[in-house]
């Protein structure tokens, strides 16, 4: 680096956890340099510690977390022993923080640009017209649809891309000098994640804002970080620049690292000609209280055993879709049928057994799962309430399912979900759909959420349990990885439409719908210059009103 001064400096950091008085090592000894303008990709599985690094980098831990060691300076302050008065200076102001979950984040009470301009208020970067003014143009950089207007929403009614958008976009409101992402494409497709990944690139580089960038995804980091240190259960493996990295990691942990993801199930063959389907849309269009529809003309089939995977990018109508299916939101027009049998639109009109036989699988564990409740009672609800067990009956079969999703049942089954790691409370979601023995579930994003190597054992985890168990399966999804893993057959959705669909491996195969052909040239490599080249391939130099205008031509 040509300025030799780090903006942050942490030396031998050593941070513990603190569960009923017995401590657990999360970070062990581990330094870091960041300079201005640089960025510092962590990676590493589920636990390896990187977002506790990365939280300690602006003076703060989690609740049951306590830094026992070691110093963290920003730009000469020591944020370890300063009052809580000059971290909250700091915090919002030269420091921000983009988390993984932004429906967990939001406030839902109040609307996104009241949330948005709340931090240069305070911190007297704008008056607040200036700042919502800036939040506009914010949100335009990063693509939101209807700028002027989409900050008067609440959370609820933005989907989970655009809610990441949204925080993106108010971390950087006060411009700060070092921004901790965590996540921040998780709940992004591919052409989305694009676009913002250029718009956190740009403003790095404008601004010289030095940045951590926290991310299972060793695709996303090669394209943004200038260097990679990889952490393993709190240890610093290794940590080397990120060309360096990608052409000859050192140590074989990381080598595994850039090897999963190689599972890939084969496809099975057509259904029977004339079987009846599982699930069956006809003509199925829907929209959201008086508003334009938001899907349109959707028909398609999923059959006994097989993964239909629907793929789009965010607001394509692939949940909207989904909760059309469940009875959540009934169509305008068009049926749906199971096993033949029609459905009733509503699903307070459905049976309990209609009922009992769908269940799904939500994106975010971390919200779906009840924070009050042990992990025994989440299972063990739809166990009573469709099967009527209680009492021991429900136990022994709570402790079944724990083993069936590989968890060890006397281990887990009296823990609360904020004791348990996110792959974990993934699996959690899973037993609990698989509680009411269904014979169809809807996986709304499974594992985009989760690192690697942890998403690699929930996707051999579905198909086991499809294998054994007949299941079919529904996969919402924007990562095009997973759908080369198990999916049998895709659907791709664009504005409420069906654009093309048919079975996985010629999906995959020229030619394709030029929207098919966007999405899969959207997909990131581990080549550091695959964004710039494919930016230039796509006349874009960076990601400014003009290049949104010419993404949107192409």
């Not at 992004?188 to 718009?199: G, H, K, P, R, Y």
């Not at 260097?227 to 060309?243: A, C, H, P």
């Not at 049942?409 to 009296?414: H, I, L, S």
């Not at 990885?481 to 020229?510: C, H, Q, W, Y």
Request: with cysteine; glycine share 6%.
């Amino acid at each position: 680096m040509t300025n030799t001064k780090p903006l942050l400096k942490i030396r031998d950091l050593q941070v513990d956890g603190i569960s009923d008085e017995t401590r657990s090592r999360i970070i062990n000894k581990v330094s870091l340099d960041l300079y201005p303008g640089e960025v510092l990709g962590l990676i590493g599985e589920s636990g390896a510690g990187k977002s506790t690094l990365g939280l300690a980098g602006m003076g703060f831990t989690r609740d049951g977390c306590e830094i026992v060691g070691g110093s963290i300076e920003f730009d000469g302050i020591d944020l370890v022993n300063s009052t809580v008065e000059k971290r909250r200076q700091l915090l919002g102001s030269r420091i921000a923080y983009v988390a993984q979950s932004a429906a967990a984040s939001f406030n839902p009470s109040h609307k996104i640009i009241n949330q948005h301009t709340e931090a240069p208020v305070f911190h007297r970067k704008f008056s607040r017209i200036d700042a919502e003014t800036d939040a506009i143009n914010l949100y335009r950089r990063l693509r939101l649809p209807q700028p002027e207007m989409i900050g008067f929403r609440y959370p609820h009614q933005l989907s989970g891309g655009q809610l990441q958008r949204a925080m993106t976009a108010m971390a950087m409101s006060c411009r700060p000098d070092l921004i901790i992402f965590d996540e921040p494409t998780t709940a992004l497709d591919v052409t989305t994640q694009i676009e913002v990944l250029s718009a956190i690139r740009d403003i790095v580089e404008q601004f010289s804002t030095a940045a951590i960038y926290i991310t299972h995804d060793l695709a996303v980091v090669a394209q943004m970080a200038d260097r990679i240190k990889v952490l393993l259960r709190g240890d610093e493996v290794e940590e080397n620049t990120t060309r360096a990295m990608l052409k000859s990691p050192r140590e074989s942990y990381t080598k595994s690292l850039w090897a999963v993801r190689s599972f890939e199930r084969k496809q099975k063959p057509p259904a029977k000609t004339g079987a009846t389907p599982v699930i069956s849309l006809k003509n199925v269009t829907a929209a959201y209280a008086m508003n334009d529809p938001v899907v349109c003309d959707v028909s398609f089939d999923i059959h006994a055993g097989r993964t239909v995977a629907v793929v789009g990018e965010s607001g394509s109508g692939k949940s909207t879709t989904a909760r059309c299916i469940t009875g959540l939101l009934p169509p305008l027009t068009g049926s749906i049928s199971f096993d033949g049998t029609a459905l009733q639109p509503d699903y307070r009109q459905r049976s309990n057994e209609q009922l009992r036989q769908m269940q799904m699988i939500y994106q975010m564990a971390d919200t779906a799962l009840n924070p009050r409740k042990k992990i025994g009672e989440i299972i063990g609800r739809p166990v009573e309430f469709y099967l009527g067990l209680t009492g021991r009956e429900k136990r022994r079969r709570v402790e079944e399912l724990l083993a069936q999703i590989e968890l060890e049942p006397t281990e887990f089954v009296d823990r609360y979900p904020a004791e348990i790691s996110g792959g974990q409370k993934q699996r959690i979601g899973i037993a609990r759909a698989l509680a009411a023995e269904p014979k169809f579930i809807i996986c709304d994003e499974v594992t985009s959420a989760l690192d690697q190597l942890v998403a690699e054992g929930i996707l051999r985890l579905l198909t086991d349990l499809q294998d054994k168990m007949q299941l079919s399966f529904m996969l919402i999804t924007h990562d095009l990885s997973t759908v080369r893993a198990i999916a049998d057959e895709v659907v791709v959705m664009k504005d409420g439409l069906v654009v093309e669909s048919g079975p996985k491996n010629d999906m995959f195969k020229p030619p394709h719908h030029a929207y098919t052909d966007l999405l899969l040239s959207s997909v990131p490599n581990m080549d550091p210059d695959w964004l710039d080249n494919l930016l230039a391939s796509r006349g874009v130099d960076n990601i400014g009103d003009a290049a949104i205008e010419k993404m949107n031509e192409n």
